[in-house]
C-alpha cells in the first residue's frame, strides 16, 4: 500500500515552485522592456498629431488669407484658430493630449521676407487650453511651418 502512493505520488505531474518563479520572472523581464517602448510609441503619436494639427493651421490659414483679402506684410498678422473657425476655414481640431486648443492663443502668423515680396513665412504657435486648476502648455512655440518636426513638440 505504501508503495502504491508513493508510486502515485512520484507520477503526480504538475509545476513546482522553481518553474512558477523562473516563469514569473520571465514576465517581468519583458514588461519592463515592453511598458517603456509602447509609452514612447504612444507620446511619439500624440507628437505627430500636433504637427499634423499646426500643419492643417498653416494651410487653414492660407485659405482666410485669400478668402477675407488679409494684407501681409513684413510686419507680420497674426490669425487666431478662433478667427479661423469663426470663418470656417477650419473645424474645431482635437488636442491628442486631451486638453484642448487655446483658440486665442494658438495661432498663425504670416508674414513676407520683404515690401513686395509675395513669398510668406509662416510661423505656427500651438497653444493648450488651461483645465481647471491646471496649467497652461504651449505645444509649439513660435515656429517655421518649414522647421516645424515633432522633436519641436512638448508635451505635458
Do not use: C, R
Request: charged share 20%.
Amino acid at each position: 500500500m505504501i508503495q502504491m502512493v508513493k508510486k502515485k505520488l512520484k507520477n503526480e505531474k504538475g509545476f513546482t515552485l522553481i518553474e512558477l518563479l523562473a516563469v514569473i520572472v520571465i514576465l517581468g523581464i519583458i514588461a519592463a522592456i515592453a511598458v517603456p517602448s509602447v509609452m514612447n510609441i504612444m507620446n511619439n503619436s500624440k507628437k505627430d498629431a500636433h504637427v499634423a494639427n499646426a500643419q492643417q493651421m498653416v494651410n487653414s490659414s492660407k485659405l482666410y488669407i485669400s478668402q477675407n483679402n488679409v494684407k501681409v506684410d513684413t510686419t507680420g498678422q497674426d490669425i487666431k484658430l478662433s478667427d479661423m473657425m469663426t470663418a470656417g476655414v477650419i473645424d474645431e481640431i482635437k488636442d491628442p493630449s486631451g486638453k484642448g486648443y487655446n483658440t486665442t492663443k494658438s495661432l498663425v502668423n504670416v508674414k513676407t521676407k520683404a515690401t513686395n515680396d509675395s513669398t510668406a513665412v509662416y510661423t505656427v504657435t500651438l497653444v493648450s487650453d488651461i483645465p481647471t486648476g491646471g496649467t497652461e502648455t504651449t505645444y509649439i512655440p513660435a515656429t517655421d511651418v518649414k522647421s516645424l518636426d515633432k522633436s519641436l513638440v512638448t508635451l505635458p
